[in-house]
T-cell receptor, first 114, second 114 residues
Framework: DAGVTQSPTHLIKTRGQHVTLRCSPI?????VSWYQQVLGQGPQFIFQ???????GRGNFPDRFSARQFPNYSSELNVNALLLGDSALYLC?????????????FGSGTQLSVL | GNSVTQMEGPVTLSEEAFLTINCTYT??????LFWYVQYPGEGLQLLLK?????DKGSNKGFEATYRKETTSFHLEKGSVQVSDSAVYFC?????????????FGGGTRLMVKP
């Protein structure tokens, strides 16, 4: 069975541009979460979606947005990119969204903003 | 708010040495606690978890006990192998209706030498 897949794997953008990152969860998983991992730090929670509804949002500016599609895949959009947005963006999926549930992570999209 | 503090790395050990990675947390209520591991070039994988006080999580020779009195969840392994070289993240999830959003520590890099 396929794990969580993310695309693209690497991306280079310039300041002010827009970027869209994509995530396909494990088949049957209805919850998708997004995390930002800056080099040398732990992942920071950005969004969680369950059954196509936003169920949680971390402390990120409105330049960050996301959505979940009927097939449970998800997109993360970032507008007006800043140098500080350079990071590894991780997508995670789970069956539902219970507090003690295991998350399955993709390998991430490495975003570099020049 | 919730937070997780881990010992800073890198931790460098010889093969078959004993491993301890300290983790303490601050949270309201009764969070679930996790250790995730990130091997080079891969996404995070759940290593073990504990969902209530005095629970012991274990997997692949690693153990951690949920200590509410000391708000700690230290990771231990009796005899490390070269293949254990990775970055280890301690994390907690909120124990309310907000789902399984994780708060991560900063990560501890483990390097095991033959």
């Amino acid at each position: 069975d396929a794990g969580v897949t993310q695309s693209p794997t690497h991306l280079i953008k310039t300041r002010g541009q827009h970027v869209t990152l994509r995530c396909s969860p494990i088949s049957g998983h209805k919850s998708v979460s997004w995390y930002q991992q800056v080099l040398g730090q732990g992942p920071q929670f950005i969004f969680q979606y369950y059954e196509k509804e936003e169920r949680g949002r971390g402390n990120f500016p409105d330049r960050f947005s996301a959505r979940q599609f009927p097939n449970y895949s998800s997109e993360l959009n970032v507008n007006a990119l800043l140098l500080g947005d350079s990071a590894l963006y991780l997508c995670a999926s789970s069956l539902v969204f219970l507090a003690n549930e295991k998350l399955f992570f993709g390998s991430g999209t490495q975003l570099s903003v020049l | 708010g919730n937070s997780v503090t881990q010992m800073e790395g890198p931790v460098t050990l010889s093969e078959e040495a004993f491993l301890t990675i300290n983790c303490t947390y601050t949270a309201t209520g009764y969070p679930s606690l996790f250790w995730y591991v990130q091997y080079p070039g891969e996404g995070l994988q759940l290593l073990l978890k504990a969902t209530k006080a005095d629970d012991k999580g274990s997997n692949k020779g690693f153990e951690a006990t949920y200590r509410k009195e000391t708000t700690s969840f230290h990771l231990e392994k009796g005899s490390v192998q070269v293949s254990d070289s990775a970055v280890y993240f301690c994390a907690l999830s909120r124990q309310d209706n907000a789902g399984n959003m994780l708060t991560f520590g900063g990560g501890t890099r483990l390097m095991v030498k033959p």
